[in-house]
């Protein structure tokens, strides 16, 4: 079992930044891959970033050139570095991970850009 817990959304105005943290526990050896989700009201959940434990990253091309995915391998933990945010970008945001044990999911955690 992988549990995830996020943290570090809130109310951003336009242009404003955020960074969101996803950090793992239990089984985390077996995680291959980590990455952000979100949905917003009344649309599907979409992928946003990506990264492997190689280090590869992807990114949906509405955040390409504003969102980082990184991550802290020594505090099992993947980030997102949001900028220059718009309000298009107000959802839950959700990390996952993909592990050889099965996909979990964290709680979410809220995103409002707002003026």
């Known amino acids: 079992q992988v549990q995830l817990v996020e943290s570090g959304g809130g109310l951003v105005q336009p242009g404003g930044s955020l960074r969101l943290s996803c950090a793992a526990s239990?089984?985390?050896?077996?995680?291959?891959?980590r990455s952000w989700y979100r949905q917003a009201p009344g649309k599907q959940r979409e992928r946003v970033a990506a990264?492997?434990?190689?280090?590869?990253?992807n990114y949906a091309d509405s955040v390409k050139g504003r969102f980082t995915i990184s991550r802290d391998n020594a505090k099992n933990t993947v980030y997102l570095q949001m900028n220059s945010l718009r309000l298009e970008d107000t959802a839950v945001y959700y990390c996952?991970?993909?592990?050889?044990?099965?996909?979990?999911w964290g709680q979410g955690t809220q995103v409002s850009v707002s003026s």
């Open positions: 996952k991970a993909d592990a050889l044990a099965g996909t979990y």
């Open positions: 239990g089984s985390i050896f077996s995680i291959y891959a």
């Open positions: 990264i492997t434990t190689g280090g590869s990253t």
